[in-house]
């Protein structure tokens, strides 16, 4: 190869970069898309699925949107599954979308890439580590919530707001709880059991995504008086009634939430948080 050819090829692929990774202005990068980008990059700090980003960049960049959008998807699916929730090494990244990076630049379709990766992802396994999970970060806690109220209210157009003071991550069962006298019979059975507390209290399930407004009246207060609104002494506000997402909604039907009781009721959200969650970040994209 020569020189110029060299060169050439460094600016292309600059090119490529900066419509990838730093101003995302080219036509094919759609809204939705950057937001994908964000999530990979800022969020899950998934920054080994760049080369096979670069390689669908290369395929179908100002070619193929649809192709690009669904490498783009893989790739935040794949490692936000295999890193992320199931807390495999990161190199896993390098190795095998460095492989299905390759399998593009032969020629191959996003349906063989699609299907090699899942060998490298089973459903159940996701589903499991999902079900365990439990992280202090903000950003990943916001980034799971949201992306499960998004794949739920896909059909509605009802989706949370990006990260922002309008929205906010809801401690079900409270981070710390009131020692005012008049509350300290509330959430008994979390101060009979303080290891138990610290080891729930960031388990996915026992988190949502709440607005604003709402989150700062619900404070600590006891599961009945944050989901119905009626505080102590009487006093009337909003609640978990009051909110337009699907995740609060469910902890107002005591249909799907009867109780909010026990550790074992986190347990139990948290395995149908799973559920969902095979389907959000599925690879069948």
Same mark, same amino acid.
């Given at each position: ?29 759609? !809204? ?5 980008? $964000? ?24 070619? =193929?949107?649809?192709? +690009? ?45 699609? !299907? ?8 159940? =396994? ?6 365990? /999970?439990?992280? #202090? ?5 916001? /980034?799971?919530?949201?992306?499960? $109220? ?35 019979? $509330? ?7 303080? !290891? ?31 989901? !119905? ?10 609640? /978990? #009634?009051?909110?337009? +997402? ?14 909010? =009781? ?12 799973? $559920? ?7 690879? =069948?994209?």
């Amino acid at each position: 190869m020569g020189v110029k050819s060299l060169v050439d090829g460094w600016v292309e692929r600059a090119q490529l970069l900066q419509y990838m990774h730093v101003d995302k202005s080219h036509s094919y990068i759609t !809204d939705e898309t950057k937001q994908d980008l $964000e999530h990979i990059s800022k969020v899950l700090g998934l920054t080994l699925t760049w080369p096979f980003l670069m390689a669908a960049a290369d395929r179908f960049l100002g070619t =193929d949107k649809a192709s +690009l959008r669904r490498c783009i998807k893989l790739a935040e699916n794949f490692g936000f599954r295999v890193v992320t929730i199931e807390g495999q090494d990161p190199k896993i990244l390098e190795n095998e979308l460095g492989g299905v990076a390759r399998m593009l630049a032969a020629g191959s379709g996003v349906d063989e890439v699609r !299907d090699e990766l899942k060998k490298h992802s089973a459903d159940g =396994d996701f589903e499991g580590a999902f079900s365990r /999970y439990s992280t #202090k970060r903000p950003k990943i806690q916001f /980034y799971i919530l949201a992306t499960i $109220e998004k794949y739920l209210g896909s059909s509605s157009g009802l989706i949370p707001a990006e990260h922002s003071p309008r929205q906010h991550i809801e401690h079900i069962m409270p981070k710390k709880l009131s020692e005012a006298k008049k509350r300290k019979m $509330e959430w008994n059975w979390v101060r009979a059991d303080r !290891d138990a507390h610290a080891r729930y209290v960031d388990r996915i399930g026992n988190l949502c995504v709440l607005e604003a407004d709402i989150n700062s009246r619900v404070g600590n207060h006891e599961f009945s008086a944050k989901r !119905d609104g009626n505080y102590p002494g009487g006093t009337v506000g909003k609640g /978990y #009634k009051d909110s337009r +997402l699907h995740l609060p909604a469910e902890l107002v039907s005591k249909t799907i939430t009867p109780r909010w =009781d026990s550790f074992g009721c986190i347990e139990d959200r948290q395995v149908r948080l799973a $559920e969902y969650a095979v389907n959000t970040w599925t690879l =069948d994209v």
